[in-house]
């Protein structure tokens, strides 16, 4: 049986790997967060503070440490950098340094947001990366420090998540449930993603030893508005929905109008093909998980 840590398993990704892999015989699970929970057996465990990551690796001496924590308010990662690089970046290197210290697999969560939005044709694991936001430059820095640190990794970059928790998804029932007319932008491209997608490539990549990085995003891609009326759709919800752009929408930080990826490393070295984006969120609308 392999032992398997999982740091910040609360999360969206967090619950649906934990979903996945205790389905499975094969793995004893170790389960972290930030802020535990005894009712769940959620170990507390802030992965910015390196000696308590230390400690529990060396404790555990863990096969495989997944790590789902992360700063992901986009948004406030602007106004709070140190702290989102303290979590997205130095949580990552103090994951990896003892995860090589203890023999371990790193499998480490990325994401699109590493590059820029400008580009004509979906991205590829070597494109080069161009943040354009302080959430962006603090994942990227996070990929480095695994990379230098560590040798047996697996760097996963998805886009656009929803899952079990706060989401976008939630986030339009809910709006339309208020009976607000909703206006949504229709000019970032991406593709959305769920979250027990995720949890299955990572699932089939640990029993490899194909060690890199991997786009790990569902096929297709649309804008946030046709994604918004896909939800819509299988909600049932007869609301008026309008399209509007980037700039009719200011934020914080700034988003890769373009965020497509093309999973070619999962493609090409294992014939593996995630599903597409709207067979997915049927699904995932379906169980709800
Ligand atoms: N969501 C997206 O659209 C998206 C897109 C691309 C990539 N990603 C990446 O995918 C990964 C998982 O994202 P997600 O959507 O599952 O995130 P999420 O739902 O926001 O969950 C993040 C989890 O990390 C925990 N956490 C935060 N700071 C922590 C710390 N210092 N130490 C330990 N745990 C901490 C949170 O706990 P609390 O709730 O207690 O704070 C929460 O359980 C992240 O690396 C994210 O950057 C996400």
């Known amino acids: 049986m392999k032992k398997v840590l999982i740091t910040g398993v ?26 535990p929970n005894i009712e769940h057996n959620i170990e507390e ?10 400690t529990i690796i060396d404790r555990i001496m863990p ?13 406030l990662c602007e106004s709070e950098e140190d702290r989102a690089y303290e979590i997205n970046a130095l949580g990552p290197k103090y994951l990896a340094i003892a ?24 991205y590829i694991e070597s494109d080069s990366t161009t943040p354009i ?39 339009m029932v809910r709006l339309a449930e208020s009976g607000k007319d909703i206006r949504v932008v229709s000019d970032q491209i991406g593709s959305p993603t769920s979250a027990i997608e995720i949890a299955r490539v990572i699932s089939f990549l640990v029993k490899t030893e194909s060690y890199g990085i991997y786009h790990s995003t569902c ?20 609301v008026k ?23 070619k490393a999962l493609r090409e070295r294992h014939n593996y093909v995630m599903k597409d984006w709207k067979e997915a969120f049927k699904e995932y609308w379906e169980k709800k998980e």
């Not at 990704?13 to 967060?33: C, D, H, K, M, P």
């Not at 096969?63 to 948004?75: E, L």
């Not at 990227?140 to 706060?166: D, H, M, S, T």
């Open 241 to 263: 929905v309008s399209p509007i752009t980037t700039s009719e929408y200011p934020t914080a930080a700034k988003r890769p109008m373009y965020s497509v990826l093309e999973n």
């Open 99 to 122: 995860a090589e210290r203890a023999g371990a697999v790193l499998v480490h969560l990325s994401s699109d947001y590493v590059f820029d939005g400008n580009a004509l044709k979906p």
């Open 133 to 171: 936001s302080a959430y962006g430059r603090t994942k990227l820095a996070g990929e480095a420090f695994v990379k230098e640190n560590c040798k047996k990794y697996f760097i996963l970059r998805p886009a656009w998540v929803y899952g079990q928790g706060k989401n976008f998804v939630k986030t």
């Open 63 to 75: 096969d495989i440490i997944i790590n789902c924590a992360a700063f992901t308010a986009v948004d």
């Open 45 to 54: 465990l802030d992965i910015s503070d390196e000696r308590a990551v230390e």
């Open 219 to 238: 096929e297709g891609s649309c804008s946030w508005y046709d994604f918004t009326m896909e939800i819509m759709k299988l909600a049932g919800k007869d």
């Open 10 to 35: 609360s999360g969206q990704v967090g619950q649906a790997i934990y979903r996945i892999l205790s389905r499975s015989n094969s793995y004893e699970l170790f389960l972290t967060n930030r802020t």
